[in-house]
């Protein structure tokens, strides 16, 4: 997660140093939408999860957790979504960040409470534990699907006369919700691994973009926040059992994307316009 952090840093010092500058001329962006296409690599922070279900309660501390290897045409890690610039520098986004959330197999993490339910995993426990797969497997892999709303903020740091090439810095965060389509088997029971809207997060953000003929947008981007899940979805319908968790992350993430107006802005560009 450090090399993401520190990305991170760069871009929001890079603009804010930006914003401190004199402004450079922008094009109107004052009622454009945007759309937007990328993927995204995620880090983790370890996570203490809890466990309630009919014959089971107890706690796993500090597990890890990583996202999938890259394997683009197998196992998409998709980011899309639309955005509304309501000021030239200012934009509210809608996104969908389809992550992948999978526990490390084989860790050995500190385990307390009982587990009722027979078999080789049944007793008290107070020490640690080996997370093998007959005991547990915890993934959200279909995926994370972190839902927000965002607010950004752009700082021109270079613009063309004519404004059909433009390098931009971006800072915003927003909340969001959790769907995550979970696939977990905890104790052989029957596994979910259904859409079940599971708890929330929020993240602060920053960026650089790349605008080529007013309309094409290049982005490289990266969140840091939080996400808090208490009510996951661990088997089928009928059958009583859920885990809760919370972690740090870190995601980049790399799109394209387009702008159109809403605003007939015919000749506006060869006026004065604001600044940012």
Not at 51 to 78: C, H, M, T, W
Not at 86 to 98: G, L, R, T, W
Not at 185 to 196: D, F, G
Request: glycine share 8%.
């Amino acid at each position: 997660m450090r090399s993401i952090l520190y990305i991170s840093v760069l871009l929001f010092l890079s603009g804010t140093t930006s914003a401190q500058k004199k402004p450079v001329q922008s094009n109107h962006r004052k009622g454009q939408v945007y759309t937007f296409w990328g993927w995204n690599a995620a880090e983790y922070g370890k996570s203490d999860m809890h466990f309630k279900g009919i014959d089971y309660d107890f706690s796993l501390y500090n597990v890890k957790a990583q996202d999938l290897p890259r394997r683009p045409l197998r196992e998409p890690q998709n980011n899309y979504g639309i955005g509304y610039f309501f000021k030239d520098n200012m934009a509210i986004i809608f996104s969908f960040d389809h992550m992948k959330y999978v526990m490390e197999q084989n860790q050995t993490v500190h385990m307390k409470g009982t587990i009722a339910r027979n078999g080789p995993h049944k007793g008290e426990y107070d020490g640690e534990k080996v997370l093998t797969a007959d005991f547990l497997t915890f993934d959200h892999t279909d995926g994370l699907n972190y839902i927000t709303l965002e607010f950004e903020k752009y700082h021109s740091w270079y613009a063309t006369k004519n404004k059909k090439f433009m390098v931009s810095g971006m800072w915003g965060g927003g909340v969001g919700i959790l769907n995550p389509r979970t696939d977990a088997v905890l104790l052989n029971y029957p596994r979910s691994n259904r859409y079940h809207i599971s708890g929330y997060g929020f993240a602060a953000k920053a960026a650089a973009e790349i605008t080529v003929l007013k309309f094409i947008t290049g982005k490289i981007e990266n969140k840091f926040g939080y996400i808090n899940m208490p009510d996951v979805a661990m088997h089928e319908k009928d059958i009583e059992g859920q885990a809760k968790h919370a972690f740090f992350f870190s995601e980049m993430v790399w799109s394209i994307g387009f702008n159109f107006s809403l605003i007939n802005r015919k000749n506006q560009d060869n006026k004065s316009g604001n600044n940012y």
